[in-house]
């Protein structure tokens, strides 16, 4: 018989903010497909009697292809196992979930999506931001800052907007292309950033600054991936509602 995938957000990086479904399915499993983003603290998570397989993504740098992932869980789902394909934050936020799912139903194989918390939600929580504010921003946008033709070209005109926040997923890489573009299009140079680096773990690290000298600050300060942008006035909102490491 076949059996069956569960495509699960394992959230942004602290153990505690998987779902109770999410953490269950993960005990159960008979194999799990993991990527880079998900927390050392979940991946021990695992049971013992599983077969683990790393099928992480970091720039330039894969050690799968996206379609030979695609294939590998169709392939232990019809051996008939229960499959785990573990993602960072949630699966259908810029984590090719959907297209995971399209090859599944190709293949007939039969399939549950969990959610998870995203990187956004979850980092500018940790970080002390909120996305939303009466007195700041009534929206937020979510982007990725490297597409899938490697460029950082983006809907620029539409992004400068007030009372909006724009969180901007992978865009450490591309920074400097991302706020000179901003600035181009009509933002100020003093609009509020934050980097949040490692969001939610014990490594975390936020660093602010405006639009115009974030880049140099995130130079100066050897930020690396996983790493989250926030743009936008809530930001300025950090140094008073941060938390995280502080009680």
């Not at 799912?101 to 999506?113: A, D, K, S, Y």
């Not at 980092?123 to 009534?138: E, S």
């Not at 000298?213 to 300060?221: F, H, L, Q, R, W």
Request: hydrophobic share 40%; proline share 5%; net charge negative.
């Amino acid at each position: 018989m076949t059996g069956k995938v569960y495509l699960i957000g394992a959230g942004p990086g602290d153990p505690e903010l998987l779902t109770l479904k999410a953490y269950r399915l993960l005990k159960m499993a008979d194999v799990v497909l993991y990527d880079r983003l998900v927390g050392k603290d979940i991946i021990a998570l695992i049971p013992e009697s599983a077969e683990k397989m790393y099928v992480g993504k970091a720039k330039s740098l894969h050690s799968l292809p996206q379609e030979e992932i695609n294939s590998l869980l169709a392939a232990k789902a019809k051996e008939g196992h229960m499959v785990v394909r573990l993602k960072g934050g949630d699966p259908f936020i810029f984590g090719r979930g959907g297209e995971e799912l399209e090859e599944l139903i190709e293949e007939g194989v039969p399939f549950e999506v969990v959610p998870g918390v995203t990187a956004a939600a979850g980092c500018a929580a940790y970080a002390g931001i909120p996305l939303t504010h009466r007195d700041y921003a009534q929206s937020v946008r979510f982007l990725t800052g490297h597409l899938k033709d490697g460029t950082t070209e983006l809907p620029w005109e539409e992004l400068v907007h007030p009372a909006q926040t724009l969180v901007i997923y992978m865009g450490l890489t591309g920074l400097k292309d991302i706020t000179q573009s901003l600035m181009r299009f009509g933002m100020s140079p003093s609009m509020p950033v934050a980097i949040v680096e490692k969001g939610t773990t014990s490594e975390q690290r936020v660093f602010t600054s405006t639009i115009q000298d974030v880049y140099e600050v995130s130079i100066a300060n050897d930020a690396k991936s996983p790493a989250l942008l926030i743009i936008g006035e809530v930001v300025t909102l950090h140094k008073k509602l941060e938390w995280y490491g502080k009680y």
